[in-house]
Nanobody
């Protein structure tokens, strides 16, 4: 069954904001650090941001630092990615992912345990 469900993608003009949501099962949210990856056509999967299981620690790729904010809501079992000052190069399929660890997951995608289906972000 589906355990990570992304939403909030869409089309936006450069400079605008967009907020992605990732609803997780209670099991995943309670046991995993979580994060976001993205993949643009013809490019490799890129780690974007991560948050610790307790939500107290975060980390960002240099390409989005200062523009994107990852957060979590434990009452809703949901992780968010607030994206501000979007650029055309941010256009990609964005994936929510979870890793079976307490800390902020920043490792290679092959070590993550759960993945969502993705949500498309297009910046023009």
């Amino acid at each position: 069954h589906v355990q990570l469900v992304e939403s909030g993608g869409g089309s936006v003009q450069a400079g605008g904001p967009l907020k992605l949501s990732c609803a997780a099962s209670r099991f995943i949210f309670g046991s995993c650090g979580m994060g976001w990856y993205r993949q643009a056509p013809g490019k490799e999967l890129e780690w974007v941001a991560g948050i610790s299981r307790d939500g107290d620690s975060t980390s960002y790729a240099d390409s989005v630092k200062g523009r994107f904010t990852i957060s979590s809501d434990h009452a809703k079992n949901t992780v968010y990615l607030q994206m501000d000052n979007l650029k055309p190069e941010d256009s990609a399929m964005y994936y929510c992912a979870a890793a079976d660890q307490a800390g902020v997951p920043t490792m290679s995608s092959i070590f993550w345990n759960y993945w969502g289906q993705g949500t498309q972000v297009t910046v023009s």
